[in-house]
Nanobody, 115 residues
Framework: VQLVESGGGLVQPGGSLRLSCAASGFTFSIGAMSWVRQAPGKGLEWVSTISSAGGITKTAPSVSGRFTTTRDNAKNTLFLQMNSLKVDDTAVYYC?????????WGQGTQVTVSS
């Protein structure tokens, strides 16, 4: 199993980024996927989860209305569209396989929101 995140970077407050997570080594279309982040000096924070077919998503209150999670099962890829970014969104963002039990994680991609 391999999960590889990309799309992070430096963005100004109010800006947007789109993260991608390329999956391989398992049947991507079976099972939910999640995004989790870790801000500097803080613990892991769940961001969002999407169902296997993409029809159901759940998003943390801290990012609800600004972040959108989608997936393309034909391309084995998970996405996180982040709009209206805030300084507090600065973190390493990880994609993970699963929901309550996240048994595989990517290496993470850094998102820095700063003016």
């Amino acid at each position: 199993v391999q999960l590889v995140e990309s799309g992070g970077g430096l963005v100004q407050p109010g800006g947007s980024l789109r993260l991608s997570c390329a999956a391989s080594g398992f049947t991507f279309s079976i099972g939910a996927m999640s995004w989790v982040r870790q801000a500097p000096g803080k613990g892991l924070e769940w961001v969002s989860t999407i169902s296997s077919a993409g029809g159901i998503t759940k998003t943390a209150p801290s990012v609800s209305g600004r972040f959108t999670t989608t997936r393309d099962n034909a391309k084995n890829t998970l996405f996180l569209q982040m709009n209206s970014l805030k300084v507090d969104d600065t973190a390493v963002y990880y994609c993970a396989k699963g929901v309550d039990v996240m048994d595989y994680w990517g290496q993470g991609t850094q998102v820095t929101v700063s003016s």
